[in-house]
């Protein structure tokens, strides 16, 4: 019943490298995709977004692109730096102030 | 900037006990929200509360749960009894409910241990 999958539980980056975070998707009903950064002992933290009729956002170092055919979307980190060391949730909302439904999470790991 | 906060950070309680956490969402924002990530597992809806009332719950929300937004600041969330399978941490979020924003701040999370 996972509607919001990510199948890598952790990723080893390269410092300057790109890091990729990939994310799948059940239900073609969803309106709108958040990628969320958490750090150990603390909440998670927003960082980008994307709306379903958008198939890329661009903010700084952070991409994130949607592609509804294959019901995909991935979180693009160029170049990667240490600080960027965390676990990062797909989220999916169906619709604004909705509940949000969270992935199982990717642990990145950037190496100097 | 303005932020959720929430304690306390860590609360151990017996089985059967009643625990209240609390939060203060951030000051405007109209929709507030708990979730719950326990160990190892994916961060879980548990309600959503909007006007002073409910908005939306999941099936983890049943009758030994309860929120309040007792004053203009603070929202909590009570578990009447306690069970061990309880144990998680607990982040309360909040929206602005303006402009058609769908991110959700969320605060540092209250570990709470049953035992």
């Known amino acids: 019943d996972q509607q919001v999958k990510q199948n890598s539980p952790s990723l080893s980056v390269q410092e300057g490298r790109i890091s990729i975070l990939n994310c799948d998707y059940t239900n073609s009903m969803f309106d709108y995709f958040l990628w969320y950064k958490k750090y150990p002992a603390e909440g998670p933290t927003f960082l980008i977004s994307i709306s379903s009729i958008k198939d890329k956002n661009e903010d700084g170092r952070f991409t994130v692109f949607l592609n509804k055919s294959a019901k995909h979307l991935s979180l693009h980190i160029v170049p990667s730096q240490p600080g960027d060391s965390a676990v990062y949730f797909c989220v999916e909302s169906n619709f604004g102030n909705e509940k949000l439904t969270f992935g199982t999470g990717t642990r990145l790991t950037i190496i100097p | 900037e303005p932020e959720v906060t929430q304690t306390p950070s860590h609360q151990v309680t017996q089985m059967g006990q009643e625990v209240i956490l609390r939060c203060v969402p951030i000051?405007?924002?109209?929709?507030f929200y708990w979730y719950r990530q326990i160990l190892g597992q994916k961060v879980e809806f548990l309600v959503s509360f909007y006007n002073n009332e409910i908005s939306e719950k999941s099936e983890i929300f049943d009758d030994q749960f309860s929120v309040e937004r007792p004053d203009g600041s603070n929202f909590t969330l009570k578990i009447r009894s306690t069970k061990l399978e309880d144990s998680a941490m607990y982040f309360c979020?909040?929206?602005?409910?303006?402009?058609?924003?769908?991110?959700?701040?969320f605060g540092p999370g209250t570990r709470l241990t049953v035992t």
């Open positions: 000051s405007n924002h109209l929709y």
């Open positions: 979020a909040s929206n602005p409910g303006t402009g058609g924003s769908y991110e959700q701040y």
